[in-house]
């Protein structure tokens, strides 16, 4: 009897998973630890759940969850990403809780475009979206006819105070002299303001415009062929969406809406290091002796724990895991002795 009741406990939440499958939606993790207890009873299934990178058919795209079921029947295999969409002010007003309810987990948010330009949608879509539990992301529109630099300014503005769950995205789609330069110039700027990573939205027909001097950035690639990490390789070494349609239906959004799917490559760090300049030597830094003032180091560091380190060249400091938010706030405190967030 206890028996029957375990079978049928596990049967209900395989079902639950599936149905969550069919919508490539995330997975619950309590639903996972349950399951794998109650089949750890079990000797005709074997269950094996990876969280780490799933290196198979599609092109080592890593996916969110594998989940492989063997039991007398055969093998069941499902790698799990995670669904989403972008929208503008194109997609006019939208209800987030009924896109969520559609199984959706990720939104990208158009903000800016060139130097002036704020998409008139981007509070309310953002508001929105956040308020649902939706994860929530941010794009550029990169353009030629202003400085790139400007651009990153203007960006980093319109988003510096959300919830960036999603790593921002530069999008990339038209086509002018310089524009590797361009791209650089932004990316370059971006990171120096913000110390978060970027990635590259762009056509797989508009690749050709761009050279390997970018490959190493996340590459959201848009192709419009219903068929989701379907794609050829290019000399980008680390594709983290595919844009797969631009004509999904999506409950809550009344226009047709672009279908991306997600791997783990999109999710924004939300934690980091600081990272100092080798350090002033002397009492607070004025030069009398040549060791360190270890407690004038540490008044900048109020309830942070850190970690000395030296070589030939002098002593520096790192601190301990900290919010990104607090890695930003040290940023703009220590001045010219910030090296870098890690």
Request: hydrophobic letters at 35%; proline letters at 2%.
């Amino acid at each position: 009897m206890e028996q029957n009741k375990i079978n049928r406990k596990i049967l209900e939440i395989l079902n639950n998973i599936y149905q969550k499958l069919v919508l490539k939606s995330s997975i619950i993790v309590d639903e996972l630890k349950t399951l794998t207890e109650m089949i750890l009873s079990l000797h005709t299934v074997k269950f094996i759940i990876l969280t780490d990178y799933y290196k198979g058919s599609i092109s080592k795209s890593r996916c969110f969850y594998y989940i492989k079921i063997t039991n007398k029947r055969g093998v069941v295999e499902r790698m799990v990403y995670m669904k989403g969409i972008d929208v503008s002010n194109h997609n006019g007003s939208i209800n987030f809780g009924q896109v969520k309810d559609s199984g959706i987990e990720a939104v990208y948010i158009k903000a800016t475009e060139g130097t002036t330009f704020k998409d008139r949608c981007l509070e309310a879509n953002y508001s929105n979206a956040h308020c649902e539990g939706l994860k929530t992301g941010f794009y550029h529109f990169l353009v030629g006819t202003s400085e790139p630099e400007t651009q990153a300014n203007s960006f980093y503005n319109a988003i510096k105070d959300k919830a960036n769950d999603l790593i921002p995205m530069l999008d990339i789609e038209s086509n002018f002299d310089g524009l590797i330069d361009f791209i650089l110039r932004f990316i370059a700027k971006f990171k120096e303001i913000s110390n978060m990573q970027i990635g590259i939205y762009t056509y797989t027909s508009f690749i050709d415009n761009l050279d390997d001097k970018i490959a190493g950035y996340p590459l959201w690639e848009a192709n419009y062929n219903n068929t989701p990490w379907k794609l050829k390789s290019n000399f980008f070494t680390n594709r983290v969406g595919h844009q797969y349609s631009e004509t999904g239906c999506v409950n809550g959004i009344d226009t047709d809406c672009d279908m991306n799917e997600f791997n783990d490559g999109i999710i924004n760090k939300t934690n980091g290091y600081v990272r100092i300049n080798y350090l002033p030597i002397g009492y607070r830094g004025d030069g009398s002796f040549a060791g360190v003032d270890m407690g004038y180091v540490q008044e900048y560091f109020e309830d942070i724990r850190i970690y000395a380190n030296s070589n030939e060249n002098g002593i520096w400091v790192e601190t301990q895991n900290l919010p990104m938010s607090k890695c930003l706030e040290l940023k703009d405190t220590l001045g010219s002795w910030f090296c870098d967030i890690k």
